[in-house]
């Protein structure tokens, strides 16, 4: 039984998986073969990690619904993204048009602080295929390909 399980060892995933406590017992299931196999790649390599851009800049330039996103923003901003990474030692640049950049300009860097991050908290790594998602009584049935995994709590984080 995990305390939460993260399906996606992606951005998001391995993003969410940095902010657990180290004491839940926590597992990322990923379907591929790499965790951060697409971060890699962002941004040609680059990784353009976030925008710098004020909060109200930033909501003038969605251009569907942009009242769905004050929820999130108001709680983890694309300065708490900046402030996280520059805290793990990662230096960042803004370059045209207000984008974050790993000053070294290479998004391996920010894969690698994430699964830095991963790897201290001793978070267990599975890669194989989420088939469905169940809820039987209090826990959540995360039924995969290879094997089926029991938790309290279930982050989505598939892209």
């Keep these: ?10 951005a998001a995933g391995l993003f969410a998986a940095s902010h657990i406590p180290t004491n ?32 109200e800049e930033f909501f003038s330039n969605i251009r569907t619904n942009s009242q769905f996103f004050y929820s999130a923003f108001s709680r983890f901003s694309n300065y708490d993204v900046i402030d996280y990474f520059e805290n793990k030692g990662v230096k960042l640049k803004i370059e045209r048009g207000n984008r974050v950049f790993p000053e070294s300009d290479y998004a391996g860097e920010i ?27 209090d826990c ?20």
């Design 24 to 55: 839940y017992k926590t597992c990322i299931i990923d379907h591929s073969d790499r965790l951060g196999k697409k971060l890699s790649i962002t941004g040609k390599g680059r990784c353009n990690l976030t925008n710098s851009a004020d909060k």
């Design 111 to 137: 894969v690698s602080t994430l699964l830095k991050d991963v790897k201290q908290k001793k978070h267990q790594v599975i890669f194989d295929s989420v088939i469905k998602i169940e809820k039987i009584d």
């Design 1 to 10: 039984m995990y305390d939460c399980i993260i399906i996606g060892g992606g």
């Design 140 to 159: 959540l049935v995360v039924l995969c390909q290879k094997n089926k995994y029991f938790a309290k709590n279930v982050i989505l984080a598939t892209g």
